[in-house]
């Protein structure tokens, strides 16, 4: 018999079908056995009858335990009046058991129960027993919102016209010129793992004028803050011929609140098990200059950002806390970065040079995003690059592209794991990444 | 004025407009100065009339160079009878420059012509060269395929109720147990770079029973070869809850069918370029032994394969020759690899031991796929380990992971740069990389 998913199960009432999944939770009620079986689809209640079973079905369904994965034939029929559990998508309906297959027994001890609603672990025990909390059923909802991120952002992209790219993440020259890359051999070599697709999606440019990539970025940093990971998906592009920095921002809103709204529409159910609220999003998203936003900040929450950073996340925080307050807005860019503060590629302001046309933007109070319009004449961006105390002989190819002809453009990168992150209000990013890279975790 | 697309030109015949782009190519005659423009959308003839223009503009318009980057205010003319171009989209008309704005300039001498059809280079000029090859048409026709299969993949994957999830690419476990891993340090730890997704994968199916993943692969390989790259886009997959290990090939037939549908619907004109004749593909993908075929080439072909090698690449060859002589088929499976010549996680074959459930899928006489159920009980796995000589301590979540109950399951990776390379018939898979790494190249 062909198996059935467990979400099509309410439609076979009366009929003798066949559901595979894991054993969730299992419940002992004298001669009756109630297993909730999980598949990807959903939860499904099967009634073992021991006193009307064979012997042989007694015997093995009375060994189940959560988490063995087993193939059940049987009748589905309607629950007894009052047994209905109207949380689960099947709750009107159970299967009783005639048949039962066992696919795979549980080996070792199981050291958390799957079938509650919160697992309530520390983070640590959570991450370590990944390969098992993974499975629960908030975890598989945060990965879902995570690739509906992903759809997404891929969605929009291509409907803004945008040619998705695949750039090398092993790479021969440090992009930002930083300390922070991991470094290996490569064939005799110094090679560092990419923190940043920045050089080729620039490059893109020249080939297609829009371009966006999807993958994995590598950052050396020894962060223990609940927003940082040493590995993540960053969502990349880069636009040509813009007249202005704005466009940037304009294209970067539309990306943003198109993510939203799909999760929205597609992760319902997901959202609700963090009772996760929409966000307030205004008409056009704030945007304001960093030093106007420090100003504000002191005057209007007594809280002074250190001199020697542009924002740091309590900045940020009551940026975010202004953004609500003023426009009810739960998204703002910060923009004009000083100078020190971004790589050597970001194009200064031309109207106060100390300033960049750069920006962030904010989502609840943390940075998901970061992006400006770059250097495109290759004259400055050589001048730049020594101003950064960097050699232009490190950059040749980098700089070539520019000798060549490159158009006005700028881009951004969106954090994938932080906007999953804010909007289910997660305790920290690690949860919102499968297997995330941290200074203590290459494991699993 | 706002600028428009070269593509949306021929229907704003009369209108004054403005373009961007590159200069393609220029050509004088007398006192006329035509230029090709290149935008993202198509190429388009400009036309400077020098007797007619104030001297600004015709002094200008007299030093535009390739690859120069401009903005050209005109009227859209149809061209005069016999000045038609068929070759282009928008050959039936011209602009009729009036003003002209420069974004850049080329500061390098231009070491090739890329308004050539072709470039003819060495490839290792082609990649040397690659900031300004890539903006040759081939090159783009190209990506704009490769765009294709990444779109593609991830729609036909959705379709069969896969889930898309990002894997760790730093990993502290080889996960092949082989030597072929690129190791750095890692805050003290000795890290890895993923060769393959594949336990990540398997833990993903207990988290949603279907999984796929679009990432970058890197595999210390010191190649010489025209299909092999050191970091590459595999298209993995892994699927739970399979009857036999013929469900995984039928799976991946739907997937490579869909894809290459795909690329024959949305990539026409680049196909064209390349002269790329539809793939056979016959209603199933035939199927057969490795020892068949052996069996079969020695026979056939007179050749045989080394004894040491499962297949060897002349033996793919001959396999996909075969494919067509017999079945009129481009794609075909080679099925039931021996033991010891798969990882340790595969499945055996249980009616013969020294046999995998195990397969490569053959595109054109070269493996594209490679796949096979697993193991799915942590009792065969850990024997298996020890089989191929490797420590169990050295896998313990991924040993847990099936502890802790797993279905039966297999899956597959799928080399995007592959399928790319045979669909257009590249001389080597490096063309269809941005910026191939491989032993010498490690820049741009």
């Known amino acids: 018999m062909k198996r059935l998913l467990v ?22 009620h004298g001669k009756l056995i109630f297993i909730n079986l999980r598949d990807r689809s959903g939860i499904l209640q099967v009634v073992f009858r021991l006193a009307d079973s064979n012997q042989q079905l007694a015997t093995i369904s009375q060994k189940l335990r959560p988490e063995w994965v087993v193939c059940i034939e049987g009748e589905v029929k309607e629950r007894p009046k009052g047994a209905e559990n109207p949380e689960v998508e099947t709750g009107k309906i159970e299967i009783i058991a005639e048949k039962l297959e066992i696919l795979a027994m549980v080996k070792k001890e199981m050291p958390l129960d799957l079938s509650k609603k919160e697992l309530k672990m520390k983070l640590s025990t959570l991450l370590k027993e990944r390969v098992l909390t993974l499975r629960h059923e908030k975890s598989r909802a945060i990965f879902r919102v995570f690739e509906t991120v992903l759809g997404a952002y891929r969605k929009v992209m291509k409907k803004l016209d945008f040619v998705e790219i695949k750039t090398p993440k092993i790479i021969g020259t440090a992009s930002e ?20 697709p920045q050089f080729y999606k620039q490059i893109g440019v020249g080939m297609f004028e829009r371009v966006f990539e999807i993958g994995p970025v590598f950052r050396k940093e020894p962060h223990f803050t609940t927003r940082h990971l040493n590995e993540y998906i960053s969502l990349d592009a880069e636009m040509g011929f813009i007249e202005n920095f704005n466009e940037i921002m304009d294209e970067l809103e539309k990306v943003i609140k198109f993510i939203l709204k799909s999760i929205w529409k597609e992760n319902k159910k997901d959202l609700k ?10 008409k056009r998203i ?19 950002i250190p001199e020697d950073s542009d924002i740091d996340p309590k900045g940020e925080e009551l940026a975010g806390k202004w953004a609500r307050e003023k426009w009810k807005s739960d998204l703002v860019f910060l923009t004009h970065y000083p100078k020190s503060c971004r790589p050597f590629y970001t194009m200064p302001d031309k109207e106060n040079p100390e300033e960049t046309l750069s920006f962030d933007l904010l989502f609840k109070g943390v940075e998901i995003a970061t992006g400006s319009q770059r250097i495109h004449k290759a004259e400055e961006l050589i001048k730049n690059i020594k101003e950064f105390k960097l050699d232009p002989k ?3 190819f980098y700089i070539d592209t520019f000798k060549y002809g490159m158009p006005p453009h700028g881009g951004w990168a969106l954090g994938c794991e932080r906007i999953v992150y804010k909007i289910l209000n997660l305790p920290t990013i690690k949860e919102a990444t499968l297997f995330p890279r941290d200074v203590k975790r290459l494991v699993p």
């Open 273 to 282: 098990l963090f009772s996760a609220e929409p966000p307030k999003i205004p």
């Open 286 to 304: 704030p945007r304001i200059k960093l030093r106007e936003i420090r100003k504000i900040i002191k005057e209007k929450y007594q809280y002074e």
């Open 7 to 28: 979400k099509l199960t309410p439609k076979a009432i009366g009929r003798k079908i066949k559901v595979c999944g894991w054993i969730n939770s299992r419940r002992d």
């Open 177 to 196: 010129g930083g300390a922070n890359f991991f470094t290996f051999d490569y064939f005799g070599k110094k090679a560092f793992l990419a923190q940043s």
């Open 394 to 396: 490190d950059f040749k």
